[in-house]
């Protein structure tokens, strides 16, 4: 059973500073990975979305990594901003889950950039 | 806006009653995935269709929920007989074959 882990599970950073996210899975047989944005309340919004194939993935001041063979993902973040500031949940797409193409999710960081 | 909806936003019930809750995916989306997410986890799976067939349903979907879709469009998530441990969000998402989801607003149930 494909298990998702995310650390930290909450992070408190001045604004400007660079800073990773990490996540890790158990089972490197996936098709790809997702990072999300969740705000208090809201739905998830999706940030990046890595093939199995590839091994980063860029958009704006957001790079996300991945290393599939660890079983390990990253997510950097330049010059963060308050508006960063947010819960950042990665989710991973087994092959060999029962659902197709169902997410197994972590348990998210929780993100603060203070001004 | 020709995103992921879901209705109500919020919903509060005594225990004991019956709740639905709706989801329109993205019109061009084959495939709808129901999630539930609890305060401070990540969303867990609960059932996906593609097109009008129901083809997984996760063991967290109890016999007290059920799920349509009928004609490969909207879906509703039914839950009977609400218990305190059913409060959470229920969140939609639609992709188009295997590719990426994307999530609604998500559904806020209050049992109380």
């Known amino acids: 059973k494909q298990e998702v882990t995310q650390i930290p599970a909450a992070l408190s950073v001045p604004e400007g500073e660079n800073l990773v996210l990490n996540c890790s899975f158990t089972?490197?047989?996936?098709?790809?990975l997702q990072w999300f944005r969740q705000d208090p309340g809201k739905g998830l919004t999706s940030l990046l979305l890595?093939?199995?194939?590839?091994r980063e993935q860029t958009s704006g001041r957001l790079n996300a990594s991945l290393d599939k063979s660890s079983g390990r993902s990253t997510l950097y973040i330049a010059a963060s901003q308050p508006g960063d500031s947010a819960t950042y949940l990665c989710?991973?797409?087994?092959?060999?889950?029962?659902?197709?193409?169902?997410?197994?999710f972590g348990g998210g960081t929780r993100l603060m950039v203070k001004p | 806006d020709t995103g992921v909806s879901q209705n109500p936003r919020h919903k509060i019930t005594k225990r004991g009653q019956n709740v639905t809750f709706r989801c329109d995916p993205i019109?061009?989306?084959?495939?709808l995935y129901w999630y539930r997410q609890t305060l401070g986890q990540g969303p867990e799976f609960l059932t996906y269709f593609q097109n009008e067939a129901q083809l997984e349903k996760s063991r967290l979907l109890s016999d007290r929920f059920s799920a349509e879709r009928p004609k490969g469009s909207f879906s509703t998530l039914e839950i009977q007989r609400t218990e305190q441990g059913d409060s959470a969000m229920y969140l939609c998402a639609s992709s188009f074959r295997s590719n990426e989801q994307y999530f609604g607003p998500g559904t806020r149930l209050t049992v109380t």
């Open positions: 890595i093939q199995s194939s590839q």
């Open positions: 019109s061009e989306h084959n495939r």
């Open positions: 989710a991973v797409e087994g092959v060999w889950d029962n659902a197709g193409n169902m997410l197994t």
């Open positions: 089972d490197s047989a996936i098709y790809n």
